[in-house]
């Protein structure tokens, strides 16, 4: 873990991974994109990192104005050095935006804003990381549907499923098939979740899916939230945090709990 905390992202990626997360990648990218996050702890840990950073951006509260003094510097100087006026260009959109960003790198805004982001990051960062896990569920629920990277590992058997996690996770993650309760077990994978290694056993409800990420806890808890229209579940048994995400509605979620809870402790 602390490995894969240290590591830096692929330098190779770096670029890749900015695409994906704006959507700016062809399916082709974008596949071998998650392909890779799916693989590389750093690189899906980066991934992370940049889009909490982005959700920190987007925030009202982080959307400073700009002092009137150097508002008022800037105008000037544009208006003095530019002596703009409606009439007197050509092309007045090019002539005074030019002018603008000119003015704009003579004040070095450009670069004051890549600190003031980098800082906001280092200072927020750390206390955002709570908050940002259903996010970061969330996240791993979508890629799994979306880079058809569901299971590494498809079966129902759990006699299959168990043994496949030996030597892949610090723990052993609980392996029960749920379909005489409605709810049967089609796979499991690893994934890197709050910085850690974690279980995702997948489980399939109709047509609906449900991943389940299981690591050792730190502390007890038990929660229900939403988040971007999936239903999170969470509690700690046995010493271990699990988080189902799914798109279920809240009911069918909370049997599956109950299910599961129940089988997990007979
Ligand atoms: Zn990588």
């Known amino acids: 873990m602390s490995e894969a905390l240290s590591q830096s992202p692929c330098h190779e990626w770096a670029a890749t991974l900015h ?102 990051f280092i200072v927020f960062g750390p206390l955002t990381r709570g908050g940002a896990l259903p996010e970061e569920l969330v996240a791993g629920h979508v890629r799994s549907l979306l ?49 850690r290694v974690v279980a995702a056993l997948v489980y399939r409800r109709h047509n609906h899916i449900i991943n389940l990420f299981i690591w050792p806890a730190t502390a007890n808890s038990r929660r229900a939230v939403t988040r971007e229209g999936y239903n999170l579940m969470n509690w700690t048994q046995g010493g271990l945090t699990f988080w189902a995400v799914t798109d279920l509605d809240a009911n069918e979620l909370n049997q599956f709990q109950q299910a599961l809870a129940a089988a997990t402790s007979s």
Not at 56 to 85: F, H, K
Not at 150 to 174: C, E, M, Q, Y
Request: hydrophobic content about 45%; glycine content about 6%.
């Open 19 to 120: 695409g994906l997360l704006d959507d700016e990648l062809d399916a082709v990218h974008a596949m071998r994109c998650e392909e890779h996050v799916a693989n590389c702890a750093a690189c899906h840990a980066e991934l992370a990192r940049l889009r909490v950073l982005r959700g920190i951006m987007r925030q009202d509260s982080v959307r400073w104005p700009a002092p009137e003094a150097l508002r008022s510097r800037i105008l000037a100087d544009v208006m003095q050095n530019g002596n703009a006026r409606p009439q007197e260009p050509a092309d007045p959109y090019n002539r005074s935006w030019g002018r603008f960003m000119a003015a704009l790198q003579r004040w070095s805004l450009v670069p004051s804003f890549v600190v003031l982001a980098a800082s906001l």
């Open 147 to 195: 880079a058809d990277h569901l299971t590494d590992v498809a079966s129902s058997n759990r006699h299959v499923v168990k043994p496949w996690f030996i030597g892949k996770l610090d723990f052993a993650p609980p392996v029960i098939d749920l379909g005489e309760q409605g709810f049967p077990l089609i796979g499991g994978r690893v994934e890197y979740i709050d910085e």
